[in-house]
């Protein structure tokens, strides 16, 4: 090939086929995303246009949106220092370090007419590759420290990205100019340290998103109006389920009206697990170190891990240090490690790999389901702790299953059965499974990832289900199915997972005795339906924006008398609701019937029982349905009482078969 067709471009490729469009903003080159700016490698002779109104140009667009927004923050405030930009999920970001002040509301209104200003001029994005030399003289010249210090850990090639006079260390890709820009708003000023890590200097991070279109853009600004409103930790407050305190940072205390929820999640939990063969273990929060080093999570998790001393191993270590002092850092972390001896466990499979290695097992125990709630810690940096989505103390629906090579397909499809299931009870509907295959840093060897990666595609590929490819995004000891929902408004949550891992009984010698009568090693499949129940507790509640179904509702009815003088009937009916084992409360004050059923609603209990003359004559209730939102008139106790027992289950209890959901 010669050294001209080793220099073409998506451009170049696009423009000789006639397939260069106005609106092409990049090209996908064999499965990766290139801009128009960006030499093609080596061989590479096929182009695919990438319009700007299709999905993969959205991070083009945003990163593109984040440059333009720096440049624009670099216009209006001279001296500030810029760090990373990237595009997100939902749009783009950029960290600033501006000496003379915090950005404001109006500072972001003020940024976006400089960026309409940018946009209008229609400056093309260049490329420019660079040697590291060159690179650093340019940033020196800016005095851009951060982007310095990042130039360092770069490999070659080094690119800068031009538009205008302004100027970025940076490897793309971008629009081919600013004029691509059709849609962008800023949304947020939150604090970030520098690489994430507390230690470092605090910065100011700019959140805003970008479309292709104006009309985009308002639909994605409404999803966002939406999002506010079903906050669940706004949500949690005004309905009184959880709550926070400084003395416990990123711990939940869950309410009298939360942990009804939290535990109906687990009964729920426990349910699919008879029908579909588990068994319950409960198994200790602490652990001598030793545990964790056999599993590896020590040397690849400590960071995330508290530790726990006793009285008698700090006192040791007085007495040793009194005696001879460590004389360097090595020295002090092998006395320090000796007297923190014990770690608070962040997972339960190296628990339940102790109680399967605590009998002998034969080939007719398999497969072996355990299950376990038991309370977890991870130390999370305080940066990124928010609400109940990510806390330091959680419980998970976890399990492992310890069974035979021959039979992980099978059980695979059996959990997929399981958590189409679960999802459909809670009312989602809209599920993507992704295949995360091996990462760069793993445990054993590739043959082992060979056979686990195959197990899990194929029996997804068995159930006729669609999934995608996560290359390199499994977990250290082995591959995993992740399951993607979206919830009622469109956004995306990675809940459930299951993983095969073909380390961890190398690591802990376990064995069974096959028919052979020889001792084989059974593989360990990790997995969760809703993850942490925290987590899911938070996602749930936004979901639903806070009117939890029937068969969670912290009340399934109240009871709201119009008057004092019909008290008397309620309790009497609240009593027969309570020994029917409906969750009931009553409102007997002496307010005004508005102002109960207000309140009610604003509890989002889902259904209001009005108690007057007429209700009282005909041994009824004058009943409201939250979900169908309208009154239903007067409803005898008889009818009452079956209506809430209708409701009182989820969806696959109405089934005597399992496993359809997906279907």
Not at 75 to 97: E, I, M, S
Not at 610 to 623: C, N, Q, R, T
């Amino acid at each position: 090939m010669t050294d001209q067709a080793k220099q073409r471009t998506a451009r170049d490729l696009l423009e000789a086929r006639g397939n260069l469009g106005k609106d092409t903003i990049a090209a996908r080159v064999d499965g990766k995303i290139y801009d128009l700016h960006t030499p093609l490698p080596d061989g590479a002779t096929e182009a695919s246009p990438i319009g700007a109104y299709d999905e993969d140009a959205l991070p083009v667009i945003r990163h593109s949106s984040a440059h333009v927004m720096a440049d624009a923050v670099q216009r209006l405030f001279p001296g500030t220092k810029v760090a990373f930009g990237p595009a997100t999920d939902n749009g783009f970001y950029y960290d600033y370090h501006r000496p003379d002040g915090t950005f404001s509301d109006e500072d972001l209104r003020a940024i976006e007419e400089k960026m309409a200003e940018i946009v209008e001029a229609d400056s093309p994005f260049r490329r420019e590759v660079v040697t590291r030399d060159e690179a650093r003289q340019v940033l020196q010249s800016l005095d851009e420290s951060f982007k310095l210090e990042h130039l360092e850990r770069l490999e070659d090639p080094i690119s800068l990205y031009r538009h205008g006079e302004w100027v970025d260390l940076c490897e793309g890709p971008h629009v081919p100019s600013t004029g691509f820009l059709k849609a962008v708003k800023l949304t947020s000023v939150a604090g970030a340290y520098w690489r994430g890590d507390e230690r470092n200097p605090m910065l100011q991070r700019i959140y805003g998103t970008a479309f292709a279109s104006p009309k985009a853009l308002r639909a994605h600004l409404k999803q966002l109006e939406e999002a506010k409103k079903r906050d669940h930790r706004k949500l949690g407050k005004e309905l009184e389920l959880f709550a926070f305190h400084p003395y416990a940072p990123a711990s939940p205390f869950f309410l009298p009206r939360g942990s009804i929820i939290y535990n109906l999640l687990q009964d729920y939990i426990r349910w699919l697990y008879a029908r579909y063969g588990y068994d319950e273990v409960i198994t200790p929060q602490i652990f001598d170190n030793e545990l964790f080093h056999i599993s590896g999570h020590l040397p690849s998790y400590a960071e995330n891990m508290y530790m726990a001393a006793t009285v008698e191993n700090l006192e040791k270590l007085q007495a040793k240090a009194q005696d001879k002092t460590p004389k360097d850092a090595h020295e002090w972390a092998l006395a320090l490690e000796e007297s923190l001896r014990f770690g608070v466990k962040p997972m339960n499979c190296p628990s339940h790999c102790l109680i399967f290695a605590m009998t002998r097992r034969s080939y007719r125990d398999l497969p072996m389901r355990m299950a376990d709630f038991g309370r977890l810690h991870r130390f999370e940096r305080s940066g990124v702790v928010q609400g109940l989505t990510r806390v330091r103390t959680f419980a998970q629906d976890d399990a492992h299953i310890f069974c035979t090579l021959n039979q992980v397909q099978d059980e695979i499809k059996n959990f997929l059965d399981l958590v189409y299931d679960a999802y459909r009870d809670f009312g989602f509907t809209d599920v993507r499974i992704v295949i995360a295959t091996r990462p760069e840093k793993r445990l054993g060897a590739d043959e082992i990832w060979d056979q686990s990666e195959r197990a899990l595609e194929e029996a997804v590929k068995s159930k006729g289900l669609p999934y995608e490819m996560a290359e390199g995004e499994g977990a250290f000891y082995g591959p995993k199915i992740e399951f993607h929902l979206k919830d009622a408004i469109g956004r995306p949550w990675q809940l459930g997972t299951i993983q095969a891992d073909f380390n961890l009984p190398e690591r802990f010698d376990l064995t069974y005795t096959g028919e052979d009568n020889k001792p084989h090693r059974p593989v360990v499949l990790h997995r969760a339906i809703l993850g942490s129940v925290e987590r899911f507790f938070g996602v749930l509640t936004e979901h639903v924006g806070g009117a939890f179904p029937v068969w969670l509702a912290p009340e399934q009815i109240t009871l709201l008398t119009v008057s004092e003088n019909f008290n008397e009937y309620a309790e009497n009916v609240q009593q027969q609701l309570r020994n029917r084992g409906f969750r009931v409360s009553a409102n007997l004050s002496g307010d005004k019937l508005g102002a109960k059923i207000r309140l009610a609603r604003l509890m989002r209990i889902p259904y209001l029982g009005v108690i007057g003359e007429k209700e009282v004559e005909g041994k009824g209730l004058a009943l409201r349905s939250r979900d169908e939102n309208k009154d239903l008139g007067l409803v005898p106790l008889s009818n009452v009482f079956d209506r809430l027992e209708r409701e009182n289950h989820p969806l696959s209890a109405r089934y005597s078969t399992t496993g359809d959901s997906h279907r």
